[in-house]
Nanobody, 129 residues
Framework: QVQLVESGGGSVQAGGSLTLACTASESIYSNQYMGWFRQAPGKEREGVAATYRDGASYYNYYVDPVKGRFTMFRDNFKKTLYLKMTDLNAEDTATYYC????????????????????WGQGTQVTVSS
């Protein structure tokens, strides 16, 4: 049963932009925590951005390398979480994954892949210089 589906990856030149989408089943989308992760060839999976839902409020967090360049936003009707990526560079090349968790996420592990229970299949982003 597929619960998280990413889309929007592709190839782009350095300085370009892409917007990734993560469409979730209703039960998964209602989880309090969702995040974007990436994994480059030969490297470990790393957190990129995390979002926390508190009632009707959402709090977004970004790792330092992407602050000011990546932005998350939601379409609750479509049960979709987006990651808009601008000013891309070769270091952003990776497979990007969407993930979700019902509980267990704190300020200290919000970017840790091991803290998340549900994962999508990933979408490839390639940035050429």
């Amino acid at each position: 049963q597929v619960q998280l589906v990413e889309s929007g990856g592709g190839s782009v030149q350095a300085g370009g932009s892409l917007t990734l989408a993560c469409t979730a089943s209703e039960s998964i989308y209602s989880n309090q925590y969702m995040g974007w992760f990436r994994q480059a060839p030969g490297k470990e999976r790393e957190g990129v951005a995390a979002t926390y839902r508190d009632g009707a409020s959402y709090y977004n967090y970004y790792v330092d390398p992407v602050k000011g360049r990546f932005t998350m936003f939601r379409d609750n009707f479509k049960k979709t979480l987006y990651l808009k990526m601008t000013d891309l560079n070769a270091e952003d090349t990776a497979t990007y994954y969407c993930a979700s968790a019902q509980q267990g996420i704190t300020y200290y592990n919000r970017f840790s892949p091991s803290a998340y229970s549900y994962w999508g299949q990933g979408t490839q982003v390639t940035v050429s210089s």
